[in-house]
């Protein structure tokens, strides 16, 4: 079935570095790549998402970048604050049978250090 | 706009009981919507996905019998939750996208904690 592999599972950074989070997926008919935050619990939030027919797409300190050859998404966070810290979860999304579904990665916890 | 209610945000309930977690799409109208389920420091997995007017689809390896999802008007579905035990606890969440637009985001609700005693 539909599988999204996410890594690292943790990441900590020091407060004004960078963060890369990488994820793969392996169904090459997903067309659109979510990326949700969460704070301990509270509901995902929708940070950023790119679709199948961009290569890269930035909002401000965030952004997400996409090679469909290799079936791979990332997240780069630039200028990382303390708010910054929280679990953060790629998704795909892929069509079958009619229906779309949206499949998450693991998540990765983020500790920025102030 | 686009904002998911669901109710109730926890639940406490003894072994062998049932319990109903609804989720509403307030402002919009959502064809479909999405069950996940969450265990501590995990991702979210998704159950089932509820069509309006007709039967959810469940995904592999979760029991249709005991995750009852009903999705009887464009803004409401609900998932029951039925002969709960212990290992039912979790963190349940709602996604509803709106009507017509597949490629629109997923908009959450606050999820519910579910703890079976």
């Known amino acids: 079935g539909e599988n999204v592999e996410q890594h690292p599972s943790t990441l900590s950074v020091q407060e004004g570095d960078s963060a890369v989070i990488k994820c793969t997926y392996s169904?090459?008919?997903?067309?659109?790549f979510p990326w949700y935050k969460q704070e301990l619990g509270k509901r995902p939030q929708l940070i950023i998402d790119?679709?199948?027919?961009?290569g890269e797409k930035k909002d401000q300190r965030i952004a997400v970048t996409l090679n469909k050859t290799a079936k791979h998404f990332s997240l780069h966070i630039t200028e990382t604050q303390p708010e910054d810290s929280a679990v953060y979860f790629c998704?795909?999304?892929?069509?079958?049978?009619?229906?779309?579904?949206?499949?998450f990665g693991a998540g990765t916890r983020l500790a920025v250090h102030p | 706009g686009a904002v998911v209610s669901q109710h109730p945000s926890w639940v406490i309930c003894k072994s062998g009981t049932s319990v109903k977690i609804e989720c509403r799409s307030l402002?919009?109208?959502?064809?479909?919507m999405f069950w996940y389920r969450q265990f501590p420091k995990q991702s979210l997995m998704l159950m089932a996905t509820s069509n309006e007017g007709s039967k959810a689809t469940y995904e592999q390896g979760v029991e249709k019998d005991k995750f009852l999802i009903n999705h009887a008007s464009l803004t409401l579905s609900t998932l029951t939750v039925t002969s709960a035990h212990p290992e039912d606890s979790s963190f349940y969440i709602c996604s509803a996208r709106l009507r017509g637009e597949i490629s629109s985001p997923l908009h959450f609700g606050n999820g519910t904690r579910l703890t079976v005693t």
């Open positions: 790119i679709r199948s027919n961009v």
């Open positions: 402002d919009f109208q959502a064809t479909t």
């Open positions: 998704a795909a999304r892929a069509v079958r049978g009619g229906y779309n579904k949206l499949i």
């Open positions: 169904d090459s008919a997903s067309n659109y």
